[in-house]
């Protein structure tokens, strides 16, 4: 049986594959379980539910959602090639959680954001990148360096940051699946409009 990640990875692969005889732009929203929408519908995840506003308010832009559940900043550093095969205009990253909750030194996720941002604006992509935070039980001192790596990477390559991809729907529980750490179909509506306000300025005008 194939397993979820490998199902991901094979639908991210035959995205990517037709992406370029497509005629509208695209966004790639690069991320782990939360922007691969587990536990929802895939019409229920931010990243279609991004391109549901983006056509309602005239702009003609198709969101590829290469989300993979688990996946690190390492991970993500290692699909960045199969990203830019789309052509995209766009990238939204999404990364980090995964790292935080394994307790990986804020210094590597930071090191690994960094190489992702540059490959992307190297092959001329504008990047969104979007922030996490760790609960409180990692202790004071990991949980504060950790969500200063996002901002410190922002600045450094001057992309646009939104400061917590979870804002509004971190520790709510209506917000959430029963596991307390997965956003429900609502929190993901959430995510997407606290997001658009950090992707309108990035897209070409319709």
Do not use: C
């Not at 049986?1 to 639908?11: D, E, N, V």
């Not at 991004?50 to 832009?61: I, K, S």
């Not at 996720?109 to 039980?137: D, H, K, S, W, Y």
């Not at 990477?153 to 699946?177: C, K, M, S, Y």
């Amino acid at each position: 049986m194939r397993s979820p990640a490998a199902a991901l990875l094979l639908g991210l692969v035959l995205a990517l594959a037709a992406a370029p005889v497509q005629a509208e732009p695209v966004i790639v929203a690069l991320g782990d379980s939360i922007t691969s929408g587990l536990g929802v519908a895939a019409d229920e995840a931010y990243p279609a539910l991004l391109e549901v506003r983006l056509r309602r308010d005239g702009y003609a832009y198709r969101v590829v959602n290469a989300g993979v559940s688990g996946d690190t900043t390492a991970g993500g550093l290692r699909r960045v090639d199969w990203v830019l095969r789309a052509r995209p205009e766009i990238v939204i990253v999404a990364l980090g959680a995964n790292d935080g909750l394994r307790g990986q030194p804020p210094q590597t996720t930071r090191a690994n954001l960094e190489a992702i941002v540059m490959r992307l604006q190297t092959a001329g992509t504008r990047v969104l990148l979007a922030g996490m935070r760790m609960p409180p039980n990692y202790g004071a001192e990991f949980t504060r360096e950790f969500e200063a790596v996002f901002p410190a990477v922002a600045r450094r390559a001057n992309v646009a940051l939104i400061p917590f991809l979870l804002d509004g729907v971190a520790a709510d529980p209506t917000l959430n699946q029963a596991d307390g750490l997965h956003p429900n179909a609502a929190g993901h509506r959430v995510i997407a409009d606290r997001l658009w306000p950090h992707l309108r300025p990035l897209l070409k005008k319709p």
